[in-house]
């Protein structure tokens, strides 16, 4: 993530990480279990740094996911 591209789509994937995280309860997923790994790592990252972290793991999964025609499933990717 740089500043180049759209600001819209940024922010907007900046605000959907975060509201994963707020509702983390209601539906798991990795991209929340990969948060909480970077923040209780020995070395924890800064917040903002692991929001975009997620946000990256997120953009490359949805590709992969769209490329293969998958749906995402937290249980069958647990296995």
Do not use: W
Not at 3 to 15: A, C, I, P
Not at 28 to 37: G, Q
């Amino acid at each position: 993530m740089n500043k180049r591209g759209n600001k819209h789509l940024r922010k907007l994937l900046y605000f959907m990480v975060c509201a994963m995280i707020m509702k983390k309860k209601d539906k798991p997923n990795h991209f929340v279990d990969y948060y909480y790994k970077l923040k209780t790592q020995p070395q924890r990252k800064p917040h903002k740094v692991a929001i975009i972290a997620c946000i990256n793991k997120f953009l490359k999964v949805t590709f992969q996911l769209l490329t293969h025609g998958i749906l995402y499933d937290y249980e069958t990717a647990l296995s």
